[in-house]
């Protein structure tokens, strides 16, 4: 079992910036995937992107590529996902998930099925 919490969610301007922070507990170990998703009103819930046990990362989304930067503090077992130059689109309930995956299979493997949530933190973003 992995327990995972997420913070730092709030109401911002476009153009600013948040650092979600997710805090990862239970059954830790290299082989442990986190991902960060994010479901907008009405629409599907989608992959941000990951992060491996070594601290390798993958984006899904495009339009966050360059913007958002996924990491971890494994003296934490926290993980951050640092948003930049905050768009409209980018308003959300996000969520992090973890799932045991070797480190490649993390980054690549399209198919994989998160099975521990978080409880998901809202962020909102003005123009």
Known sequence: QVQLMESGGGSVQAGGSLRLSCAVSGNIDSYTCVGWFRQAPGKEREGVGRINARGDTSYSVDSVKGRFTISQDNAKNTVYLQMNSLKPEDTAMYYCA??????????????????????????????
């Open 98 to 127: 973890a799932h045991r995956a070797t480190r490649a299979g993390c980054l690549a493997d399209k198919n994989l099925s998160f099975a521990y949530w978080g409880q998901g933190t809202q962020v909102t973003v003005s123009s």
